[in-house]
């Protein structure tokens, strides 16, 4: 796989998430995320270019669903996803999940 600069920062989480994937329901762990890109690792197999939905789980935040993601990569039973299809209101709150923890690994470094 060819080394690819990503276009927004990943922020560590580690928070339950359910997933769905054709007829199959997974369960895992939401690892990193940013506003298009997470790492999950689930009881579920996925492969690369397979479609799925997601239930996530965010700490002090109420759930949300992505309603379309696509497997970009699979090692054992982590994959990176990029999400295709959330919807607008849910996209504004992940922004400001992910804004909150930029402040707060700023003042960290400070």
């Known amino acids: 796989m060819p080394f690819i600069i990503r ?3 990943r922020f560590p989480v580690q928070c339950p998430v359910s997933y769905h994937a054709g007829s199959s329901q997974g369960r895992g762990t939401l690892w990193n995320f940013s ?3 997470w790492k999950l690792s689930g009881d579920v197999p996925l492969r ?3 479609m799925c939905s997601l239930t996530v789980n965010l700490p002090d935040e109420p759930s949300f669903i992505v309603s379309a993601a696509i497997v970009r990569w699979a090692r054992d039973q982590e994959y990176g996803l990029e999400t295709m299809a959330i919807d607008k209101q849910i996209h504004c709150r992940l922004e400001q999940v992910i804004e ?3 402040q707060a690994s700023g003042e960290s470094l400070a």
């Open 48 to 50: 690369v270019g397979q």
């Open 100 to 102: 909150r923890l930029e």
């Open 7 to 9: 276009p927004f920062r």
């Open 35 to 37: 506003v298009n890109g």
